[in-house]
């Protein structure tokens, strides 16, 4: 299944408390167990203004429907074309 990184504009992101980012959590989780095995939620990365997030899905449009039925901000969608780590340079 393809791999995506998503990109969400959230200023005050990295202000977030523990609490808020445990009821968007709950809020994804609970729109991804509707769609169903489709669309999977790897992990999410929050700098100070922004969120990239990993997901597995079909396509681009089941992750702007994620979004979409969450109420995430889903301002980039890119699909990951290979990946590399230090390994690479061996």
């Not at 959230?10 to 167990?33: E, F, H, M, W, Y």
């Not at 969450?70 to 074309?81: A, E, I, L, N, T």
């Amino acid at each position: 299944m393809p791999k995506f990184v998503i990109e969400r504009n959230i200023p005050g992101a990295g202000q977030l408390t523990t609490g808020d980012l445990k009821a968007v959590s709950q809020r994804s989780c609970a729109v991804l167990n509707r769609m169903g095995p489709g669309i999977q939620w790897i992990q999410s990365y929050v700098t100070d203004d922004r969120l990239y997030c990993i997901y597995l899905a079909p396509d681009e449009a089941a992750i702007r429907r994620h979004a979409a039925e969450g109420g995430f901000p889903c301002d980039k969608v890119s699909q990951v074309r290979t990946i590399i780590d230090p390994s690479t340079a061996e």
